[in-house]
């Protein structure tokens, strides 16, 4: 299958490369790593995503060339890091009109929507996948550099919780020790995006972790980020990242579910984070959400009491 797609990308004259909605490092790096890898080859190529990239990834290299969408017919469009459709936004109609689409992802729920899939629901992130392409890319027209390598292990990094989540494997060690070779100041890529957290976001962190409420013997921990929160820190919606692991890193939490409120009235963004005896994808599907064995998403409407009501009943019936 690799092999396939490095040849159709090869001959295609023109590229698209979709990253998710609400972009993430993964969908970032391994997007961006593509593009450049293609732009070294001085291939027609452009990135699209229907958000803006958030301040913190406005940075990786690329990310300024991001597009909403076009009118243009592309050879060929590759989406990544997407489990469906849906997760494209608005940019699924650049990815319709193409003569060719390909889909490389890690999430299992992958609904295979493209003509060529290349889905590992085992590999870590979307860019340990990545990794294999362009060296493949690489065998035929030198494409690797610095640049794709930093990119690479950017999304390797944050979707891995530099490495300790459970979806870690030896081949996710294996393709960091060839990407840390490279001139990529890997330590830096830690601090940036793992560890460092900006004066506004601190004080978000603090005032919603203080409000969690805890269920069924405290297996479940729920926090809420309201709109007053995103007020009077000065803070929205994008900066919640990460703050839910807080609740699931508690002794004897096994599902953590973040709440957060939208720009629309009763509406709530989910995400779900948990132990690995619990399946994260199964509580975010009763919503009609996907995800992973330990973090899942997804959207839901009504009065805030009844949401939280029915996750926890959902959430219940998983346990
Ligand atoms: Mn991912």
Redesign the pocket.
């Known amino acids: 299958m690799i092999e396939k797609l490095v040849k159709s990308m090869l001959s295609a004259s023109s590229l698209a490369i979709i990253s998710h909605i609400n972009p993430?490092g993964?969908?970032l790096g391994s997007s961006l790593a593509l593009y450049n890898a293609l732009k070294n080859l001085n291939k027609n190529v452009q990135v699209f995503c229907e958000s803006n990239i958030k301040k913190e990834m406005s940075d990786l290299a690329g990310a300024g060339n991001y597009q909403t969408g076009s009118c243009e017919k592309f050879d060929m469009v590759i989406a990544c890091?997407c489990a469906d459709l849906g997760r494209l936004g608005e940019c699924v109609s650049v990815f319709d009109k193409a003569r060719l689409t390909a889909n490389i992802d890690?999430?299992k729920t992958n609904t295979r929507y493209a003509n060529i899939n290349i889905v590992r629901g085992d590999a870590s992130?979307?860019c340990e996948i990545m990794y294999d392409i362009l060296a493949e890319l690489d065998t035929k027209q030198k494409c690797f550099d610095d640049t794709v390598a930093k990119l690479l292990y950017t999304?390797m990094v944050t979707?891995s919780g530099g490495f300790s989540f459970s979806n870690v494997s030896a081949n996710t060690h294996l393709v960091a020790s060839k990407l840390i070779q490279y001139n990529i100041e890997a330590s830096k890529i830690c601090e940036k995006y793992l560890k460092s957290i900006s004066m506004n976001k601190f004080k978000l962190k603090n005032r919603v972790l203080d409000k969690a409420r805890f269920f069924e013997d405290n297996r479940v921990g729920i926090i809420h980020f309201c709109r007053e929160d995103f007020e009077a820190t000065g803070t929205s919606e994008d900066q919640t990242e990460g703050i839910i692991n807080n609740i699931r890193d508690i002794d004897g939490v096994d599902v953590a579910i973040a709440i957060t409120d939208t720009k629309n009235e009763n509406s709530f963004k989910i995400s779900i984070r948990t132990a690995d005896c619990v399946d994260a994808a199964a509580i975010a599907g009763v919503f009609g959400g996907g995800g992973h064995q330990c973090a899942a998403g997804c959207r839901a409407n009504g009065f805030y009491e009844d949401v939280k009501d029915k996750l926890l009943k959902a959430t219940r019936d998983n346990l």
């Open positions: 993430d993964d969908t890091d890690h999430h992130s979307t999304g979707d």
